[in-house]
């Protein structure tokens, strides 16, 4: 019987061993592998290497340039809180700008918000977008469709610096600051971004895991100090963003601090009220930052 249990589980070993495994790249000493089960797409764009492929455990998978971008698993903790709490912390959003995103996952849930009335939305690679409405057909949710978005395929960056248009909320839903993502981190698009919003504006960001992305933690405060009278960050534990929770850069001139009881009211007139991870109170506590995140801060 023990040999039996013996051999089964080395079977086990080694088929776990022959599965094709995606080795994330963001880390030069460390990095998470998930296995692969059946690869769906690889291409190479004019700006980026993407992959999407089937995990066992946590479904499609969409990585860009060897890092994870999402997994059907986790990703409506990181929309849900990308938009959610800059649009109902705002009293009365009705335009919106999203900078990358072209999954489609940041604007399935702004279309939740019926007063919004106009939503941008601009990636630099249109293969994002094209590959995400063909195999990730969950993380837009038919949003695409909806009248009042228009997409553009461009660089966030330039976009911002030429834009007329003004919005109420920017969402920076980009990659890390490697690559095509770096522009999007630097005190010039700041300064932009900022030009674009209206009087009660809110700017937030995907900001990297803190733990371990510390410089995007600083650099990031001190690019944005400059624009804006009220920066911060509030946070989200994501597993795939592993080791630790991740950040969402904030940046407003209007001192935000909206009871959690308005927040309820607020999402009472949303389309869908069924999150998965966000709730008023969650909103809340998210603003609540550990100790080795306010010393970075405050340059201690
Ligand atoms: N949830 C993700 C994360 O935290 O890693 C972000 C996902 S979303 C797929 C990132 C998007 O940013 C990609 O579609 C990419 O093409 C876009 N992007 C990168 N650099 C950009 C730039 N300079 N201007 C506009 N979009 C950009």
């Not at 080694?14 to 000493?29: C, H, K, M, N, W």
């Not at 800059?86 to 007063?115: A, M, T, W």
Request: hydrophobic content about 40%; proline content about 5%.
């Amino acid at each position: 019987m023990l040999r039996t249990i013996a051999s089964l589980s080395l079977i086990a070993t080694s088929l776990i061993a022959e599965q094709p495994r995606f080795l994330e790249t963001l880390y030069d000493s460390w990095g998470q592998s998930l296995g692969i089960s059946e690869e769906i797409v690889r291409h190479k764009s004019d700006q980026q290497d993407l992959i999407l492929f089937q995990n066992p455990m946590f479904g499609r998978v969409l990585a860009l340039d060897g890092v994870i971008q999402l997994t059907e698993a986790d990703e409506a903790i990181y929309h849900e809180m990308m938009v959610h709490v800059p649009l109902l912390s705002h009293d009365n959003p009705k335009s919106v700008l999203v900078i990358g995103g072209g999954d489609g996952g940041s604007l399935r849930e702004i279309v939740k918000h019926p007063q919004i009335e106009r939503i941008v939305l601009v990636d630099i690679d249109q293969s994002v977008i094209t590959f995400s409405k063909e195999y990730l057909p969950k993380l837009s949710d038919k949003a695409f469709e909806d009248p009042r978005i228009t997409i553009a395929i461009a660089d966030g960056a330039k976009f911002v610096a030429e834009c007329k248009d003004t919005f109420d909320v920017i969402i920076c839903d980009s990659t890390d600051p490697i690559g095509p993502g770096e522009v999007l981190f630097t005190s010039e698009f700041y300064g932009d971004c900022k030009k674009l919003l209206t009087k009660h504006g809110i700017f937030v960001n995907q900001n990297g895991v803190p733990f371990l992305q510390q410089d995007e933690l600083t650099k990031t405060l001190n690019n944005r100090k400059p624009h804006f009278k009220n920066v911060g960050f509030y946070t989200a534990t994501v597993p795939t963003y592993v080791g630790g929770p991740m950040a969402f850069g904030w940046a407003s001139d209007k001192k935000y601090r909206v009871a959690e009881s308005v927040l309820h009211q607020r999402m009472e007139k949303l389309k869908t009220k069924d999150f998965f991870y966000y709730t008023p109170a969650v909103h809340k506590a998210a603003f609540v930052l550990p100790n080795y995140m306010l010393k970075v801060i405050e340059g201690k």
